[in-house]
């Protein structure tokens, strides 16, 4: 059984840096992109970061590109967003997800390349 378990979410000052985790189980991570999403409330879900089963493709939305990280341990089964210059527009539920389809070399930002998802963790970005 697939499972993606998020963690990490929490109150941050503007600023400030926040690392999340992913755990991942029921499949080798090493086979699969991974994909960072988040969702404010009334907003279409984001995609923020992805990187390729073989690591050789690393995407990032404009809006986090130099402020966040995508990372991941294999050994861990885990996978990382490091957050750092975190704004107030940054606050929302942040969610990680497995594609629909194994492809070893590309990874997408679109939700709806993805079908596996976790149950997220919150996010707030306020002084």
């Known amino acids: 059984q697939v499972q993606l378990v998020e963690s990490g979410g929490d109150l941050v000052q503007p600023g400030g840096s926040l690392r999340l985790s992913c755990a991942v189980s029921g499949f080798t991570l090493a086979d699969w992109a991974i994909g960072w999403f988040r969702q404010a409330p009334g907003q279409e879900r984001e995609g923020l970061a992805c990187?390729?089963?073989?690591?050789?493709?690393?995407q990032y939305a404009d809006s986090v590109k130099g402020r966040f990280t995508i990372s991941r341990d294999n050994a861990k089964n885990t996978v990382y967003l490091q957050m750092s210059s975190l704004k107030p527009e940054d606050t929302a539920h942040y969610y990680c997800?497995?594609?629909?389809?194994?492809?070893?070399?590309?990874?997408?930002?679109?939700?709806?390349?993805?079908?596996?998802w976790g149950q997220g963790s919150q996010v707030t970005v306020s002084s």
């Open positions: 990187f390729s089963a073989d690591g050789g493709t690393i």
């Open positions: 997800a497995r594609p629909r389809y194994l492809l070893p070399r590309r990874c997408g930002l679109s939700p709806l390349e993805y079908n596996n």
